[in-house]
């Protein structure tokens, strides 16, 4: 059975960090592109960054460089998103998806898997 689980979300203060994790089952990593997506409250689901599985490059959202770093453990089966610097505004729920193929993509309805969330809140 094809799963994705994340882990890692809670309260966190601004300014602080989190990582994020996204275990793995049922498939290889190096099939598919990973993503991870965040949606705030009344807000569309937006994609945070993207890890392809050609070449091993990283596609970033503007908002998030320099700040957020998609990672993956091949071993584990396992992906993560650190996250520091983190703002009032980011907290929501954050989702791993993939997709099948080796290109990142930013479309939603191009992700064919998706783990259930986890929610990050950023406040004092």
């Known amino acids: 059975q094809l799963q994705l689980v994340e882990s890692g979300g809670g309260l966190v203060q601004p300014g602080g960090s989190l990582r994020l994790s996204c275990a793995a089952s049922?498939?290889?990593?190096?099939?598919?592109?990973w993503a991870w997506f965040r949606q705030f409250p009344g807000k569309e689901r937006e994609g945070v960054s993207c890890f392809s599985s050609d070449g091993g490059v990283v596609n970033y959202a503007d908002a998030v460089k320099g700040r957020f770093t998609h990672s993956r453990d091949s071993a584990k089966n396992t992906m993560y998103l650190q996250m520091h610097s983190l703002k009032p505004e980011e907290t929501g729920v954050y989702f791993c998806?993939?997709?099948?193929?080796?290109?990142?993509?930013?479309?939603?309805?191009?992700?064919?898997?998706w783990g259930l969330g986890t929610q990050v809140t950023v406040s004092s």
């Open positions: 049922g498939f290889g990593l190096d099939d598919y592109a």
């Open positions: 998806a993939i997709k099948r193929g080796d290109a990142c993509s930013w479309y939603l309805e191009e992700y064919v898997y």
